[in-house]
């Protein structure tokens, strides 16, 4: 695979164009030509009354011409071999996992960065536990209309906490000014596409999933990490942590449900409280948790 950037062409061009542009940039025939995959489309706006598209493309080519090319552009910046953007699971749980003594993975949190992590825990086969305070997606759309309209604050499930975390109930603008350089937002993508984002945020420069589209999403991926032997309970607050007196090592979490207050053992706790959960910050100071 080649990756050819910078190809520039009008905003109205019409579907053949960008086929041609490729020939004539690279000089290649038709025949040599097999794939093209757009990897990112952005604008070149500078000009007003002469938008251009700018693409970033990988392209499949015959062996020799493929061999040609390389040899042919080798100084240039704007044409190499394609980059391997696959992602790779840092681990995989071993067969029957949990064994006797093994403990699940525990998530405390279920916004973006608790439902990422339980995601891939779940397809590396680690079956995570996600302790979530708020409710699922559904109950908490209408606590949050409940606040919106009626002045009714419920202090666990409202537009900060719940399913899916702070930005639910937003247009879901995906774009970050993070270099990105081992691809591991194209994971992040790809798995959102898997649950009904628009394939287009893929490639477009600024991927936007476009309103009301995430309660659906955070529900297909519920119920992926479901299917994959994960779970989530709802309700649930971690209320205090657990830690070995003489090495400090986290042994375990006290949650809360309704009237309940339940001791857990666990050993490896992933924290994804987002940046609104003051009680929880407070107790994690207290426990000389360094944030
Ligand atoms: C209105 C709004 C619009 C936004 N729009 C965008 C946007 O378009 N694009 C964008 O990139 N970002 C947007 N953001 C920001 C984005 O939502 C946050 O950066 C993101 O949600 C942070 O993810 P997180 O998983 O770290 O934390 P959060 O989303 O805050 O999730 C933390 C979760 O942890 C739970 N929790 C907290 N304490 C406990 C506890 N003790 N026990 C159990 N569970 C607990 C909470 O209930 C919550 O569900 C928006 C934010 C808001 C508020």
New binding site residues.
């Given amino acids: 695979m080649l990756r050819l950037s910078e190809l520039k062409l009008p905003l109205d061009h019409d579907e053949g164009a960008l086929r041609d542009a490729v020939l004539d940039r690279l000089g290649i025939d038709d025949g040599d030509l097999q794939t093209i995959e757009i990897v990112k489309r952005s604008y070149d706006a500078r000009k007003r009354g002469h938008i251009l598209l700018i693409y970033q493309l990988d392209l499949g080519l015959n062996r020799a011409a493929e061999r040609a090319v390389l040899a042919r552009f080798a100084r240039q910046p704007f044409i190499g071999p394609s980059p391997d953007t696959r992602y790779r699971f840092v681990a995989l749980a071993p067969d029957g996992f949990p064994a006797p003594g093994q403990q699940r993975p525990v998530i405390?949190?279920?916004?973006?960065?608790?439902i990422l992590a339980a995601l891939l825990l779940a397809q590396m086969g680690f079956r995570p536990i996600v302790?979530?305070?708020?409710q699922d997606v559904r109950k908490r759309t209408r606590n949050t209309w409940g606040l919106w309209r009626e002045r009714k604050l419920n202090t666990e499930s409202n537009?900060?906490?719940?399913?899916g975390?702070?930005?639910t109930?937003?247009?879901?603008?995906?774009y970050?000014q993070v270099k990105d350089r081992r691809h591991l937002g194209r994971k992040v993508l790809t798995e959102f596409v898997k649950a009904g984002a628009p394939e287009e945020i893929l490639m477009v420069s600024k991927p936007h999933i476009g309103t009301f589209k995430l309660v659906k999403m955070v529900e297909a991926m519920r119920a992926e990490i479901i299917r994959l032997g994960g779970e989530i309970r709802f309700e649930?607050?971690?209320e205090s942590i657990r830690r070995d007196a003489g090495s400090g090592q986290l042994t375990g979490l006290t949650v809360r449900h309704d009237d309940t207050v339940e001791e857990m053992d666990c050993r490896h706790v992933i924290l994804?409280?987002?940046?609104?959960?003051r009680d929880?910050f407070e107790m994690l100071l207290d426990r000389g948790v360094y944030i």
């Fill in positions: 405390v949190g279920f916004g973006p960065c608790g302790l979530e305070r708020g537009v900060q906490f719940g399913e975390g702070a930005g109930f937003s247009d879901g603008k995906l970050s649930h607050r971690v994804a409280v987002g940046h609104s959960a929880t």
